[in-house]
């Protein structure tokens, strides 16, 4: 039963940091980012209401809640970006993401606002990152949950895989 609930929890595996970064995993990781909001807006096209209402997991979110949630957690991300590349080391401001997905706006909210929002967001975010410097993918911000400093080679590959991640948590859900 573990096993099941991390694979429905995880359907592409834990995130894994990548050994080394070369330029093609970068552009492979803005490639992600720059494909997820058609991909997302693909998947759910014409999904009913009730269909919108499906978990991926058991108490897991639903459809609603992951594409809002995406909407939230990619705003943190591209912030933090700007964060780094403009100020020295920032600490940057968690946030509790389950408790964001409990509020009205994520739980009723058409879903076409904040694929709207991913859809320009990802459009300033993949020219944000298709001007990085081999110098800028260095720079960090620092986490202070866990006082980690993360640099944004790393805040990328991390984002590229929360694309895939929560994709296949709708394509998931859709098949339950």
Not at 41 to 70: D, M
Not at 131 to 136: E, K, M, Q, Y
Request: hydrophobic share 40%; with cysteine.
């Amino acid at each position: 039963m573990k096993n099941i609930m991390e694979n429905l929890k995880y359907p592409i595996g834990r995130f894994k940091l990548p050994l080394s970064f070369n330029k093609e995993i970068i552009n492979n990781c803005i490639q992600t980012i720059q494909d997820f909001p058609e991909q997302v807006k693909n998947e759910v096209f014409n999904l009913s209401e009730t269909a919108l209402e499906k978990q991926y997991r058991p108490e897991g979110w639903t459809i609603r809640q992951v594409i809002h949630h995406c909407a939230d957690s990619h705003m943190n991300s591209f912030i933090r970006f700007k964060l780094a590349l403009t100020e020295e080391i920032p600490t940057i401001k968690p946030y509790e993401e389950s408790r964001w997905a409990e509020l009205e706006d994520s739980k009723k909210l058409d879903i076409t606002i904040s694929i709207h929002l991913l859809q320009a967001l990802h459009q300033r975010w993949v020219v944000l990152l298709s001007s990085l410097t081999d110098a800028d993918w260095e720079k960090q911000f620092c986490h202070p949950e866990t006082n980690q400093f993360i640099d944004l080679k790393t805040n990328l590959a991390m984002y590229d895989w929360h694309c895939r991640h929560h994709l296949a948590h709708i394509i998931n859900a859709k098949k339950s």
